[in-house]
């Protein structure tokens, strides 16, 4: 991997984390983060906040909070929505609403809205799309291999559809993404099912959580990691991007982003190296 980033940044520098959960944090087949242990430790003991951003949902997502020990904000459902912890001295977040424990800003579109939608460009494409509205616990658990009570937390969907296109070999991807932005909506594809949103994305809420940690922060400068096309928007805009390795190649985005760092570990073995690679050396000056 490249060089340490304090080498170029004083130890005072404000670092924040965001991560992508499956196949970036979490392993894409067993949801597991032991290999990334180590990496998370050293967060935890330089300060450096770990935002979780993703498709999965806000119930989702406080679960794994709680397993990880994680208090920073976090980004549900693609951007739909952000939540910060309603703990802190600092106050809640200009125009966020209380919602059970948390603040919460919304930028997604109704989960109703989005449901209507699939349904439209279903009859209008004429393909056999499958949208979770239209699964049951048992068969969202079994296309995802999570266990009944993380399906059950996984169908409390409020900003963002997952579908699949069932029986389709080549799905033409243009058709798609014209169909929705025919309706103001917007395709996303992560690592097992397509998105169906509103146009947020994953970049605007990052922007959104630095501007708000610039409050305290003069200087932040952003880690990110994520390993598919709903992930894109936060790693172009990222001072240290990193692309976790999976079963899918992405050529064109080191084109696109020069300063991509690639790891070359899967999951979170990849996590892991990458931000003891790049946190490592603000370690070793602190000791000095
Ligand atoms: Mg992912």
């Known amino acids: ?19 992508d959960l499956d196949g970036t944090l979490l392993d894409h087949n067993t949801y597991g983060w032991q290999e990334a242990q180590p990496a998370l430790n ?28 994680i208090s920073a904000p976090f980004v549900s459902e693609n951007g739909g929505g952000i939540f910060f912890p309603s703990d802190r001295s600092k106050g809640p977040p200009a125009g966020a609403s209380f919602d ?14 989005l449901v209507r939608g699939l349904k439209e460009i279903r009859d209008e494409l004429r393909w056999n799309i499958k949208g979770f509205s239209d699964m049951d616990i ?35 991807e243009n058709a798609l993404h014209k169909a929705a932005g025919k309706r103001g909506l917007t395709v996303t594809s992560g690592g097992r ?25 003069k200087q932040v400068f952003s880690i990110v990691l994520g390993d598919s096309p709903n992930d894109f928007s936060m790693l172009e805009l990222a001072d240290f991007p990193v692309l976790i390795r999976s079963q899918r190649e992405f050529p064109e ?8 760092r690639v790891t070359r570990e899967i999951g979170p073995e990849g996590w892991n190296n990458a931000i003891l690679d790049i946190l490592g050396k603000k370690e070793e000056e602190r000791n000095v």
């Open 1 to 19: 991997m490249g060089e340490n980033v304090t080498d170029k940044f004083p130890i005072t520098t404000f670092f924040i984390i965001f991560s």
């Open 42 to 69: 050293l967060c935890k003991k330089l300060h450096v906040p770990v935002v979780l951003v993703s498709s999965k949902t806000r119930a989702e997502m406080e679960f794994l909070r709680s397993k990880l020990s």
């Open 100 to 113: 059970n424990g948390l603040w919460k800003w919304s930028f997604g579109l109704s989960y109703a809205h």
């Open 138 to 172: 048992e068969e969202i658990s079994q296309l995802t291999g999570l266990d009944h009570k993380i399906s059950r937390l996984a169908a409390m969907r409020e900003f963002d559809e997952p579908f699949l296109v069932i029986n389709k070999q080549a799905v033409d």
């Open 193 to 217: 099912f397509y998105h169906l949103q509103g146009k947020n994305d994953k970049g605007k809420a990052m922007e959104k959580i630095i501007s708000w940690y610039k409050d305290e922060h």
């Open 253 to 260: 985005l080191k084109g696109e982003i020069p300063r991509l």
